[in-house]
């Protein structure tokens, strides 16, 4: 039998909408699996922390160590299977920074909509402004692609998650590398700006790609990082032990709360429902619920299926206490 972990960032309920959820929250998979499960750990973190809850879990670190992004870009450039063995990378995000009334602010990098062949053109310009810089540049995919800045390792950076939504003046990259970061940055947009690429996703609706994000500076493989699949609308039996489930943290970023609701009702039905079906027959022999908002992580643990509480009413109270 197999240990299993759901990770399901933002799956905690805002608390002012508390009230509203719990009439309207119909997860009866869930509510079985939450019968059989106990708050394990909680973690708070501060309100400008430079990463999400979740992302410093994947990268096993706690609360009270974050001081930084999560030195990721190596595992990242790895699952985008580029070869790395050498150098301190960061990832490198194309985001949109839009003007609110006096500050700029991220949009959410799932909102973007880039496709390939547009993000291969704007990293070709920014290839060539990198070369210039002396910096090099690798292409993993649309949204990620990497830096190799040696002599930026000391930058203190935040995920385009965490800063999501926000004035990115608190958000911005800080410390020795900083004034050159920006330089790169500001020549990356300057020539990003009026593209013809850029001007054809005004026309069709889109939001114009002009700017980059720098995160996850790395100079190695971090030994603590925990592997997860994500989840795909399989059944549970048929993923790896160890499932992120990240479909609802771009509707929570954008307060999209009945898109949210949407997506709960379907991943009670997609997941959550075999899942349980399996835990009845006996597949799982742990089971872990790990879930987040902007600032908290929960951690909610049956030790052992044969004493799963299956004579117990279901209920979503361990989800709506931990919004309390």
């Known amino acids: 039998m197999k240990n299993l972990t759901l990770i399901l960032p933002f799956a905690i309920p805002p608390a002012e909408f508390l009230a509203d959820f719990r009439k309207s929250l119909n997860m009866p998979a869930l509510s079985g699996l939450l019968a059989g499960l106990e708050l394990s750990t909680q973690q708070e973190f501060d309100d400008f922390s430079p990463a999400l809850p979740h992302e410093y879990w994947q990268a096993g670190l706690q609360a009270e160590t974050p001081a930084n992004s999560p030195p990721l870009a190596w595992h990242f450039m790895q699952e985008a299977r580029l070869p790395v063995s050498e150098g301190f990378w960061f990832l490198l995000q194309p985001v949109h920074i839009h003007v609110a009334r006096d500050h700029l602010v991220l949009t959410d990098t799932e909102r973007l909509d880039i496709r390939p062949e547009e993000s291969e053109a704007f990293f070709a310009i920014a290839t060539e402004v990198a070369q210039e810089y002396g910096l090099t540049l690798q292409y993993g995919n649309a949204q990620q692609w990497f830096v190799r800045a040696d002599r930026w390792r000391e930058l203190r950076t935040c995920t385009s998650a965490a800063a999501s939504g926000h004035n990115i003046d608190i958000w911005m990259p800080r ?137 117990q009413r279901g209920s979503l109270e361990p989800l709506f206490g931990a919004a309390a």
Not at 223 to 244: C, E, H, M, V, Y
Not at 259 to 264: D, N
Not at 275 to 302: M, N
């Open 175 to 311: 410390g020795d590398g900083e004034r050159q970061w920006r330089q790169f940055q500001n020549e990356v947009q300057m020539r990003w700006h009026d593209h013809p690429l850029n001007q054809e996703r005004e026309m069709r609706g889109l939001r114009t790609v002009n700017s980059v994000w720098i995160s996850c500076g790395a100079d190695r493989l971090l030994p603590s990082f925990r592997t997860s699949a994500i989840w795909n609308g399989k059944a549970a039996s048929d993923n790896p032990s160890t499932l992120l489930i990240d479909t609802l943290s771009s509707h929570a970023l954008n307060s999209d709360w009945g898109m949210w609701l949407e997506q709960m009702q379907t991943i009670d039905q997609q997941l959550f429902a075999p899942l349980l079906a399996d835990i009845r027959e006996g597949k799982w022999q742990t089971v872990t619920i790990l879930i987040s908002d902007s600032r908290r992580l929960c951690e909610l643990r049956c030790r052992k299926v044969p004493g799963w509480k299956f004579w």
